[in-house]
Each structure stands twice: as C-alpha cells, then as structure tokens.
C-alpha cells in the first residue's frame, strides 16, 4: 500500500506530534486502563510529563544524552518502604519524558499508545519492585 493510500493528503496534513497535555492524557487513559487490581495497589503515585529529564537527572544517572531515557520513578518503592511515611516525604512519582518517547517511536514499529503503556508500567515496576516477567503479564492484561 502507497503512502497516499494510507495517509490521504487531507488527513495527514494537519497532524502534529502530541504535546504535553496530549501525552499527559495519553498516561491517563493508559494508566485507566491497566488490571484494576494492580491500579489499586499503585496508591497515590503522581505521573508527570516533561519534555526531557533535567539535569540532576542526567547526571545522577549518568545519561549521554537526555533522549536515553523515557521514564523514571522517583521515590521510595514497596520493597524498601517504611510502615509509616515520614512527614514531608514527597509522593512517588513516574515521568514520562514526551522527546525521548517520540524519538524511540519514530524509530520502532509500535504504536505510540503501547509505548506509553510499556514505559508506565515498567516505571511502576519498579515501585513494586516487579521482574520483567511480571511487568510483561501486566502490559498482556493492559492490552
């Protein structure tokens, strides 16, 4: 099939790469729609997006460049969480970073959605503490 079959000059031409408002219901509508039961166990994590991670994040994680990575979780996961949480402890937070994740989909086949989903879930993991076979059966289940 021919580019102009599948992309009709009227229905490609106004399209742009999603911006952050646009990826951050993107996150919300992928985040709804992971197994109801793994939803609940997340608690109160926030998702964020931003363009690229800053710089604290770039060093602390010793990045080459700032598109080497599409999320991060930040805080204090299950595994080595305390019974009770300190007073003026931050809440844990996934960022998705919208640059890096459109780099990586224009240069792979899937579809941007199960990016998003992919990211999420594997930055939820490591909230849980999860392996990547059970990141795996989530993403299945998320479908």
């Known amino acids: 099939m021919s580019a102009t079959q599948r992309f009709p000059s009227a229905s490609w031409a106004p399209m742009q790469a999603p911006n952050l ?3 951050e219901d993107m996150a919300a509508h992928a985040y709804e729609a992971l197994p109801e039961e793994f939803r609940k166990l997340c608690g109160h994590i926030v998702v964020k997006v931003e363009e690229f991670p800053d710089e604290e994040v770039i060093e602390a994680m010793e990045l080459e460049t700032p598109f080497d990575i599409l999320g991060l979780f930040q805080g204090t996961g299950l595994t080595t ?4 949480q300190h007073t003026g402890q931050e809440p844990n937070m996934i960022w998705l970073y919208r640059r890096p ?3 990586y989909w224009a240069e792979h086949e899937e579809t941007l959605g199960a990016i998003i989903t992919h990211v999420l879930i594997h930055e939820i993991g490591h909230h849980f503490g999860l392996s990547d076979d059970d990141m795996e059966k989530i ?3 998320a479908g």
């Open 21 to 23: 408002a646009d990826f």
């Open 81 to 84: 969480a305390a019974a009770i």
């Open 101 to 103: 994740i459109l780099d």
């Open 139 to 141: 993403e299945a289940k």
